[in-house]
């Protein structure tokens, strides 16, 4: 059985950092892609940030670019992201994503309907 387990969210204050983990068990990561998305309450969900293994690619949304950084160790089937500088605008659910399935979705990683399983999802607050 597939399960993917988001762990590192919590409260921070503006400007403050967090280190979220995707711990993915069932299947090993090898070359799949792996992407985090955020939903905030009332919000559609979009995509934060993807990282390509086969093709050593990395994307970012525009609002994170320069703040957040996705990388994975493979050997731990874990995929990380980490914040910095969290902003009043980057609250929410965040969880992660992946196919079973070497693929790679260049521009098309947004796209949640690509991706096959997801984990529950961490909680992300920023607030004074």
């Known amino acids: 059985q597939v399960q993917l387990v988001e762990s590192g969210g919590g409260l921070v204050q503006p400007g403050g950092s967090l280190k979220l983990t995707c711990k993915v068990s069932?299947?090993?990561?090898?070359?799949?892609?792996v992407a985090w998305f955020r939903q905030a309450p009332g919000k559609e969900r979009e995509g934060v940030a993807y990282i390509s293994r086969s093709q050593g690619w990395t994307y970012y949304a525009d609002s994170v670019k320069g703040r957040f950084t996705i990388s994975g160790i493979i050997s731990k089937n874990t995929v990380y992201l980490e914040m910095n500088s969290l902003k009043t605008e980057d609250p929410g659910v965040y969880s992660c994503?992946?196919?079973?399935?070497?693929?790679?979705?260049?521009?098309?990683?947004?796209?949640?309907?690509?991706?096959?399983?997801w984990g529950q999802g961490t909680q992300v607050t920023v607030s004074q």
């Open positions: 994503a992946t196919v079973p399935r070497t693929a790679s979705f260049g521009r098309y990683w947004t796209d949640s309907s690509r991706y096959d399983y």
């Open positions: 069932g299947f090993s990561l090898g070359n799949r892609p």
